[in-house]
Structures are given as C-alpha cells and as structure tokens.
DNA sequence: CTGAAAGCGCTTACAG
DNA sequence: CTGAAAGCGCTTACAG
C-alpha cells in the first residue's frame, strides 16, 4: 500500500540544494545541466524515490504523453459472475458447441493491441485503450479526446460522423479503414491480396471452374477484394461464377452446394474464412476432395481456419503492424499537424496451407 | 486535424456568463446548480465543443483518472515489418508448422483486457496498459506509477521486490498470482478447480490406473493443482501415479510412454493443457481409444485443447472476471488505503469435452 | 447557489 | 549553466 505523501520536485530540489528548475531540467533534457548537479539531482531522485506526476507534466507540457486505442465494442458484463472466495463452486460447461468467442474470432486484436502498445511505449507515450461500448460511445469519444495527444479508432466502431468530429479536436488516425481526404488511416492491401491469391490458386487447382464467394455489398472490404479477384481474372482468363455468400458460414455453404448442382468446382475463392469453411463442409459431404479435386481459400485468418479439415489456405491482415504503423502515424500527425491527410496500405501474407497444396505436408 | 486551440473553462465561463468554479461544478456535481444556470453552461460547452483538460484536473483533483494494467511482454519489434504502400507485395508463408502465437497461447491476454477495460471505464476510469518489455521494466513500472491512480500486475511480469516497491508509491493489485500479506490480490481456485475435475474423472473414468502430469515444482500453480489433485484422491481412493511433465507437451508424452509399458492408464490428468496434450498424442499412437479406454484432461483452456482429436475436457479460469475483479479491488484500495491486503480467490470452470465424456455428443 | 482565490506540480522562456 | 517567476487549466474549501 502507498505509504507517505509523494515527494515533488521541491522536495527534490532541497535535497539536492538546487532549483526545480534544474530538477526538471535533469529529468527533461540532462544535457543542459552539468555532470556534477545531474548526478547531485538523480542521487535525490533515488533518496526520495521521486516519481513525476504526470498531470502536472501534462499541463505544464501541454501534452499528456497518452495516445488512445478505440477497438470494438464487448458484451462483458462487469457485474461479476464468477463466484469469489468460493473454492468448490465449480461450475461444469458443456464446450462441444461453440460457445464463447466473443467479438473476436481471431487473435487480431490481441495482436493489434500489442503492436500499438510497444510503438507507444517505444515513443515514450503510454496507451489508453478503450472499448465503445455502444451505450456510450459518444461519451467515451468526449473523455478520450481530453486525455490523449492522439487518438487511433478501429474502423466500424465509430459512426463517420463521430470520428470526423473527434478528428477536429485530436489527431486521429482510422486503423483497417479509410475515411480518404478527412483522417489519416492505416489500413491493410485486400485488392493486391485476393489479387495474388487468386493467381496462385489459377495456377495450382485442378480443372473445373472456380466459385467466388462475395462477400456484403456494403463492405469496403468486399468490394476491394472482388476487385483482387478480377485484377487476376483477367490475367488468367478462365470459366468462373460469382455467387453472394454475404461473409457468412451459411452463405458459402449454400453457393456450394448450388454450384454442386452443376457439377464440382475446381476452385473456391471466399471473400472471408467463414464463407470459405462453409463451402468446405459442403464439399466435403459431396464428397469432393480437398485439395485434390478442388482447391479452396478463405481471407481473414481467423482461427477456425486452422483446425479446420483440412485447413484453410487465407490471407491474413498484419494487425500488429497495423498497430504500429497507426502509431507512428499518430506521432507524424502530432509532429505536424498541418501535413495532408496520408492513407497507408499495408501488404497482406498469404498463408499456404492444406486446403490449397496438393502436395501438402501431412503432420 | 485539430483546428483550433482548444476551450477552456474560462471560454466556457464567460460564454455562460458565470465564473470558472460554476462551470466546474455543473461538470463533477450537476446536482449543486440551479437547474437554469446548469443548462446554460451546458450550452456553452455544447456550443464550444469544450472537452475538459485531463492533466488539469487530474493535477487539481489529485487523482489521474486512470488505472494501468501491466501485461507480459512480447517480442514485436516495432521496426516495422510490414512493406507500406506495396500492393503486390505479398509473402505467402507455410502455415503447416505452428509458427505464430507469441507469448499468447489462447485468447486469455485478450479476455483479461477486456474484462479490465469493461470495468475501468464503467468506474469512470481511463485503462492505461504497458507490457513490461525485459529491457526496460524498471522504467516502465516508474513511468506508469507516475500516470495511474492503481495499477493492476499480471502474475510473473516483474520480479517480486519490484512489485513490493512499486506497492509503496501506488494502490497495486497482483492479478492470477499472490503476494500474501503485501499487496491485495486476485486468483483462481486452482485446487478447488483441479479437485473437482479430478472427482469428476475418478467417477466416469474407465478401468485402471489414475496417471497425473505434475507440473513445474516451482510453479505456485503446479503447487496448488497438485494439492486439489490429491483432495480429491483423498476422497475416492484407487490406483494411481504422479509423472514429471513439467508443463510440456514432451514432458506429458513422455510420462504417457512410460506408464503404458506397465499397462494403459483409464485416465490422465494433466497439471496443464500442454503436458494433457502431450499424453494425449502419445495414447493415440499406442491405440489406446480416448475416452472410451482411457479418459484424459488438462487445465488452462488453451486454444489447441479444443482442436485436439478428441477436443479436450479442462479446466479455464475465468479471465475477464479476474480483470473485473483487479479494477475492482483497486477501487477499493483507492477508496480505503489503510485497509488490510485482501487476496480474492475466483472460482473456475471445467469445459466438459469429449476427451472426458463416453456418451459425449458429436458434430 | 455562486464567486474570488489559492493551489495542484510541473515546464519553459527569460535573465543573469 | 542555473534560478526566479509565470503559467498550464482545472478543483475546492471558504465566504457571502
């Protein structure tokens, strides 16, 4: 438990028989001091275990130090439900059906928390993280924006207008979305990869025609991967279909099965993992064999794409570069306010797994 | 891009007409205004955009506003990766070997944070968060003890002394470890948990001889699990054997090779879901049929153990609770700092899989 | 219920 | 290189 008062720089300056002025200027910049008073400070520094106070660097500095992180919302109820104190109340769940997972699917968030977090701390900055709980997104926009020099928002946690708001009073930058000519924004090369992608799976499958499985109109990202998915049509011509999957499970499962009607696939391309999985059930009841009599792909990366049967050949999104990179953005913003808005694309990577390799390694 | 310098309470202030104090007190406690000067003020700072000044109040008020969470480190490299502005550029890489995960073997990193961020942000609280990079721990601990009101440590990201320190200058909580008698704490109920799985497995468990997985003998987990292991022996005695695995997948196939030289086992217990794994791996090879001969079990809730063949029976503890219960206990601190340290205990839950159930369901 | 004033603990020109 | 002093933008007793 926190014992005495903290001491301040006052305290610091008597020790060491200077000024605060020289105290901060040891902590600040310690080349505009000499060696002899730096060593005199930081001794009483140690002594009196003196730790700055941030607020008052804050106001004094006219900067926090903070960045913010908005990502998406949760349902975590903070009215606790495990028992406290209760050794022997344990409580017996049936896992077969998949029943939590929550709002990520995927370790995405995980990594993009890490990747921001280490830029941040890198930068000498600390990271809020917040979550947009949908009662009060407003509020928490309005709270962050007073404690944080820049502010990084997930894209789809935060209507347009909010984030255009925000971005009038905090430098901001959109994170795997785009909001062109109004925010600076990191966001990640769908086209190029469903595009390079979709070259490779030209190149390997076996005859029959290849099933693209769009995904929502309304998506930014479908519409950028479909257009990958054409770039490299017209490279390698060939016979296609397109069918809506909608980026659900349900939705590939059932453009399989309706292709199926026509005779087997050689290829199919979903516009996500889920659409993808969904036409791989399908198959596999039909009986068509993975890789071997038709290749199939997913994009996302989500973890069901590895333990699936086989598992899903997909690109994945560089979250904890894009992290990174939506720090460092922010700190060029900070930098200078007045440059023009940047959008940076970061490169995808294509996972190669089982559902794509006919000469896949077996473990 | 911010525009222009940001109001003050003196714009608001004036705006209103009313003095600073009135402003202030319309924004911490509404309730001691008059309805009609409220509004007024509530105007201006609707017309001004005013968002207060974080560091100024946390430096007037005395208190930051935030909490910090301090979680394992990790080795992204914020040398950036990751080509920019590349499309084209993309890596295809093979997935086949377990190549990525990082520090974070399941989802529980993630669930932790949330369960904080949910509860620090219902408090009326910022969530600061820091992953103690080695290098520069010590630094990190300062930096953040300067910048929160508490600070919640994850178990095993600073040495003991540091945590102790730390203690002393800020409101502090160990979250899934102990430090009993120093600072307050929340853990989960490894023994209850392992001494209820175990009771469970002894009753469904087919023919022979009971194997556990001990765990690392430095481990206060393995410590405690073993405990719970043998409470519930205690209680329905039969045959069984304790094996050195030490929390690896090696060390749980190992063990699980030796014991079947005298014999298969009707159930394996590991002290971990990796050594359970192990074991897991090493039955499957010997044709021994899991669970129908040989029931197995693990505890953690790692990703892989729902993946397995069979998906595995284990015990998860419940990390959006402990992150709950961290800010929670924190709050109190802050709210009563004389008071005595508490260590709360959480229960846990078994996730009965199919590795465990012999009428289990399939899909 | 409202206002004047002190003070929170720093940083940073400005002198010397 | 060092110090005196102003000021960052709030909150909070204290009067009235």
Redesign the interface.
Same mark, same amino acid.
């Given at each position: 438990?926190?014992?005495r008062k903290?001491p301040t720089v006052y305290d610091v300056a008597e020790h060491a028989g200077v000024s605060i002025a020289t105290v901060s200027r040891v902590l600040r910049s310690p080349e505009k001091v000499t060696v002899s008073t730096r060593e005199r400070v930081l001794a009483a520094v140690q002594d009196l275990?003196y730790?700055?106070?941030?607020?008052?660097?804050?106001?004094a500095g006219r900067r926090?130090?903070?960045l913010g992180l908005l990502i998406p919302g &949760?349902d975590?109820?903070?009215a606790?439900? *495990?028992?406290?104190?209760?050794?022997?109340?344990?409580?017996?769940?049936?896992? &077969? &059906?998949d029943s939590h997972g929550?709002p990520?699917r995927n370790?995405y968030?995980?990594?993009l928390?890490?990747?921001a977090?280490?830029?941040t701390?890198?930068a000498g900055y600390?990271?809020?993280?917040?979550?947009g709980?949908s009662v009060s997104r407003d509020m928490?926009v309005?709270?962050?924006?007073?404690?944080v020099d820049g502010l990084a928002v997930i894209a789809r946690t935060l209507p347009d207008e909010l984030i255009t708001r925000a971005?009038?009073?905090?430098?901001l930058v959109l994170v795997a979305g785009r909001l062109p000519g109004t925010?600076d924004s990191v966001s990640v090369?769908n086209?190029?990869?469903m595009?390079?992608?979709t070259e490779?799976v030209l190149r390997v499958k076996p005859p029959g025609p290849t099933l693209y499985l769009a995904g929502s109109v309304d998506s930014p990202d479908a519409v950028e991967r479909e257009l990958g998915f054409r770039d490299a049509l017209a490279a390698h011509p060939g016979p296609w279909h397109t069918a809506a999957a909608d980026f659900s499970w349900q939705g590939g499962h059932e453009a399989a099965l309706e292709q199926l009607r026509s005779g087997p696939p050689g290829a199919v391309i979903g516009a996500n993992d889920q659409s993808a999985l969904g036409a791989l059930a399908a198959l596999r009841v039909a009986g068509v064999r993975v890789p071997e009599e038709c290749v199939v792909t997913g994009f996302d990366g989500i973890?069901e794409s590895?333990?699936s049967h086989p598992?899903l050949t997909t690109?994945r999104q560089?979250m904890?570069?894009l992290g990174?990179?939506a720090v460092?953005a922010l700190l060029s913003?900070i930098a200078d306010?007045?440059a023009e808005?940047r959008d940076?694309?970061?490169?995808?990577?294509?996972?190669? *797994?089982?559902s794509s390799e006919l000469s896949?390694?077996t473990?």
């Open positions: 438990m926190p014992r903290s275990r730790v700055p106070n941030a607020s008052a660097r804050g106001l926090t130090g903070v &949760h975590i109820s903070t606790s439900r *495990r028992p406290v104190d209760a050794s022997g109340t344990i409580e017996f769940l049936d896992d &077969h &059906h929550g990520f370790r968030f995980e990594q928390v890490h990747g977090e280490a830029a701390w890198d600390g990271l809020l993280i917040a979550a709980s928490v309005r709270d962050l924006t007073g404690r971005a009038d009073s905090v430098p925010t090369d086209r190029g990869g595009s390079a992608l490779y973890d590895r333990y598992p690109v560089p904890a570069d990174i990179h460092e913003r306010p007045g808005p940076l694309r970061l490169a995808v990577d294509v996972l190669l *797994r089982q896949a390694p473990d």
